[in-house]
């Protein structure tokens, strides 16, 4: 059976990633940063599909995502996929973000990468084999005025994806990032229902994404040939 590493995996995105992948088959570590009791709720739920394990901590911290790692080795032998998926916003001036709040959201959205990667990318040299996906934004293609840290995050994910990606190619190991534009999860719940009404509208399907079509997403470009690598691939009903 493979095996996959989920970060974020509470709610979400990271959530509906969770069950899509139990209902594939896949064993599943799955991670959050804060809040135990959501966790344990989502082992117990899979667990009834598929053999879960789980790991408590923030992988803005480069000993979870080592805990992460070898726990998942020491249980499943070999971790096939890691998605980085663990992510927060920050939506306001720059000039009114203090020094602490961008580092938070530096260190949730891209240092995690980062340190996930590097803690898996020895096994998958040494198997070669494995892939990585990165949830990313497009206002990480774009960016969005009141976002900008929320946008120099994704923008230096995406780029860190399509350099990565050309790293580990001789492995045989693909490295992508999924664009998303409005997906209905607890980070778009700060908008009111006008504010909702009005931001679907910009977008041409006339609606916002759904976490499970966004997880059944990442499921078809994870299961894609390894020839597909360094890619950037926008989820966002036509709204850019």
């Known amino acids: 059976m493979k095996s996959v590493i989920i970060t974020g995996a509470t709610r979400g995105i990271g959530l509906a990633l969770a069950r899509f992948y139990a209902d594939k088959g896949y064993c599943l570590m799955l991670n959050g940063g804060h809040n135990e009791e959501a966790l344990s709720a989502v ?27 070898q726990k998942t080795l020491d249980t499943f032998g070999q971790i096939d996929l890691l998605i980085n998926n663990a992510g927060i916003a920050h939506i306001g001036l720059l000039s009114d973000m203090s020094s602490e709040e961008w580092h938070t959201l530096m260190g949730t959205n891209l240092d995690a990468v980062f340190y996930m990667s590097k803690a898996v990318i020895p096994h998958m040299v040494h198997r070669h084999s494995g892939k990585i996906l990165n949830v990313s934004s497009v206002w990480g293609e774009v960016g969005a005025s009141c ?6 995050s ?20 693909s490295v992508n990032g999924v664009s998303f534009g409005v997906i209905d999860t607890d ?11 009005s931001l679907a509208e910009e977008i041409p399907y006339g609606r916002f994404a759904s976490p499970e079509e ?3 997403f990442c499921y078809q470009i994870t299961e894609s040939p390894e020839y597909l690598t360094g890619q950037i691939i926008r989820f966002d009903g036509g709204w850019i």
Do not use: W
């Open 187 to 197: 980070m778009n719940r700060c908008f009111d229902e006008e504010e909702r009404a």
């Open 43 to 69: 082992e117990k739920e899979l667990s009834t599909k598929t053999q879960v394990i789980t790991c408590l901590g923030s992988v803005a911290e480069e000993k979870t995502a080592a805990i992460i790692v």
């Open 154 to 173: 994704k923008g230096a994910v995406n780029s860190l994806t399509k350099a990565l990606a050309k790293e580990l190619a001789p492995s045989h190991i």
């Open 214 to 216: 966004a997880a059944a």
């Open 147 to 152: 976002e900008a840290a929320y946008s120099a």
